[in-house]
Structures are given as C-alpha cells and as structure tokens.
C-alpha cells in the first residue's frame, strides 16, 4: 500500500484540521465528566472527505500524537491519562468513524444523496461513537450503564448539527478533490 504526496498532504491537512478544531473551548455538560467539544466534527470530517483508508490515517495519526503526550485535545490536553479518563471511550471510537463511514459509504457509490451521507454519518460518528463512549465511561467511573447512556443523550443535538456540517461541507469538498484528482 503505497501513499503518494498528494494523499499524504490531504491527511496531514485533515489531522491538523482536527488538532485546530481544539483549540475551540469546551462545554462540560455538569451531569458526566465528558464536555462537548468540536473535535468529533473534524473525525467525521475525515470520513466522509478523504474515506476510508486516508481518513483512518488522518484520526490514527492525531490519536497517535495524542498518546504520546502532545496537547492537542480540547483544552489542550494530550497523553495516555485522556485515554485512561472517562472520555476514552470517545476518543478510542474515533479511530473507527472513518473505517465505518468509509466502507458503508462505498456501498452507496451511485446514490450518495446529502441524505444518505448524513444517515450513514449520523449512525457511525453519532451513534455510535457516543454509545461505545458512554459504555467505555460506564466501566470507568462505574455508574450503570444505563445512566452513562441517557446522560450521554446530551450530546446527540449538538452532534447531529455536527454531522450535518460534516455532510455538507465534506461532499461539497470529496466532490472538489475528485474533480481536481481527475484533472
Ligand atoms: C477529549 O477532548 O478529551 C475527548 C472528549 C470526547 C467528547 C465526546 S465526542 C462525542 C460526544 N460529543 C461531544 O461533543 N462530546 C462527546
């Protein structure tokens, strides 16, 4: 599996997309111990704009940089303990979003409507991510997972606007890079 540079430069400009995304102050919600942030827009981002294979290297490098301790989460915070925290399970499920996005994305290659984009974004970088978080912070912090789950129903309005930027921002942009790709 070879990357050339034009590839290579489209995830490094998503990866730095995602770390500037940070830089945007989170909310915390008061009832668990896991804020919104903006982050979660860039991962789904990455999917959709550059799909599968590149999108998972985009996330798997800043989750990457993130591990060995550089700041580049909300709040400017970074190293094994954000993946020993209660937001793990966030930020674990991330790595997943362009694989998910990715391959049932290409199962729609002719009928990639806004709507099925959302739909498909909606299920892996919403849904999903935000049940694999609110189990992960279940086992963490050892309430029900019950509560994690409807605590973490807190999070689906503001993600799913996410998802709809994401949508309409990254067909508009993989439609852009297709044309230029074929150029
Ligand atoms: C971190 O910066 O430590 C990661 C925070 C993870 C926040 C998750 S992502 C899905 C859900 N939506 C949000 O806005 N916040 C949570």
Redesign the pocket.
Known sequence: MKLHTIQLTHIAIMTAIIIVL?FIP??PIGIIP???????LGVMLAAIVLGTKQGTFSVGLFLLMVLLGMPF???Q?GGIS?FC?P?GG??IA?LFVPLLIGITLSHFKNHQTFFVTFLITWIFG?AF??AF?AFFLAWFTHISIKSALIA?LA?IP??TL?AILATWIGLRVHKHLTLVNQN
């Open positions: 940070g989170p909310i896991v804020p919104i942030v903006l982050q979660n989460l909300t709040g915070t954000s925290s937001s966030y930020l991330w919403v991510v935000d978080g973490g999070f503001g993600d996410k």
